[in-house]
């Protein structure tokens, strides 16, 4: 399988999330935007999740995982950059990454302001702005485990209108580049790219999860639905025009494409179209970088072929991290083979790709396991 042939004989695209998941929206919508069928398994909003673990030993934390036939992608970043790579526009697939209306390529520009603006500062923010009853129900134990410390609800609920502050700040910076725009998308690019999908879905979770539209998802149950005032305090038509006319064209685009989702089949038959799938090649495993790993600097912190290594993020959730032999690495991406988890074989043979943004890989001993 590889980029050239993909479009000849399509692997399955699956993907796995729970519908009030910040990140599988934003997952969703580059689907959506690409048009590219898709079958979606939901999975809990909360841990264990064995069907991950029990399937392809994977034990990462975090919503959503995406596979293309038996290759699974852990984290946005690189599944945004897997989608493009595999279904890409000489295809007939829409781009991620469409040019500026002068021809510059704003690619690079627009990965970086994904990563290390809408993915981080603004996702913290409109997280500050879950009502403080989904805190007081499991799903708050549970991410305690995953941050790493207990979480006050009341604490939380006080810092609401501080957060709204938050938002209102990041709104008043993103203003001047709507008005300033020649046209109707971010970059002026031609068509919607992922600084469009990136800010949108953040608003538009954030507006959902504030109201408490989705809790009830979120939580498991756990707490009823609401109907606050959600953001529209500070996101509205008279405080930021540009900005908020900007929002209801891209909802009317995104609803304007057809959906290419299949939502959860029998998960077994699922299994099966995967196992079918080929295995990438060594030499295209890897997502394409301007440079091939530096195999010095690598060994040096001991990441050589067939390492037995641990991948965790580098922010929550670093005490659930993934451990297998590293099969491939570039200064963007690593890959492994999972080990055994609890000594049960996995269902699928699969490798495992982790960006290398946000993320650490370390070698381990099996003595340490």
């Given at each position: ?67 293309i036939g038996r290759e699974i992608y852990c984290d946005t970043s690189i599944i945004c950059e897997a989608l493009e790579h595999f279904f890409p526009p000489n295809e007939g697939y829409q781009s991620l ?273």
């Amino acid at each position: 399988m590889n980029a050239s042939n993909v479009a000849a004989s399509p692997p399955p695209v699956v993907l796995f999330g729970y519908e009030s998941s910040t990140f599988t929206l934003k997952v969703r919508l580059a689907l959506r935007l690409k048009q590219i069928p898709y079958t979606f398994i939901t999975v809990p909003s909360m841990m264990p999740r064995p069907l991950l673990k029990d399937s392809f030993g994977l034990t990462y934390r975090k919503i959503p995982v995406l596979a293309i036939g038996r290759e699974i992608y852990c984290d946005t970043s690189i599944i945004c950059e897997a989608l493009e790579h595999f279904f890409p526009p000489n295809e007939g697939y829409q781009s991620l990454y469409p040019k500026a209306k002068d021809g510059r390529d704003y690619r690079g520009l627009i990965r970086g302001f994904v990563s290390y603006w809408t993915d981080r500062p603004l996702f913290r923010v409109t997280t500050g702005l879950i009502p403080a009853s989904v805190w007081r129900t499991s799903f708050g134990d549970d991410r305690a485990k995953l941050i790493g410390h207990k979480l006050d609800a009341d604490k939380l609920e006080k810092k609401i209108p501080e957060n709204l502050g938050h938002l209102d700040l990041q709104l008043s910076l993103l203003e001047p580049l709507f008005e300033g725009q020649s046209g109707p998308w971010m970059f002026s690019t031609s068509s919607p790219s992922m600084a469009d999908i990136s800010v949108y879905y953040q608003l538009s979770w954030g507006n959902d999860i504030a109201s408490g539209k989705s809790i009830y998802n979120l939580t498991g149950g756990g707490t009823d639905n609401t109907t606050s005032r959600g953001t529209s305090d500070v996101f509205n038509a008279e405080r930021y025009p540009a900005i908020y006319s900007w929002y209801r064209m891209v909802e009317k685009y995104f609803d304007s494409l057809d959906s290419t989702e299949t939502k959860d089949p029998p998960f077994e038959d699922v299994l099966g179209q995967m196992k079918k799938a080929p295995t990438l090649g060594k030499k295209s495993v890897l997502l394409p970088t301007p440079r091939p790993a530096h195999k010095e600097l690598d060994e040096r912190t001991g990441l050589v072929d067939g390492a037995l290594i641990s991948v965790a993020p580098d922010d929550t959730g670093r005490a659930d991290p993934t451990v297998g032999e590293l099969v491939a690495i570039s200064p963007e991406e690593i890959v492994i083979r999972p080990e055994k988890v609890e000594g049960h074989e996995v269902k699928v043979d699969v490798r495992i790709h982790f960006p290398r943004v946000g993320f650490t890989a370390r070698p381990v001993n099996r003595s340490q396991l």
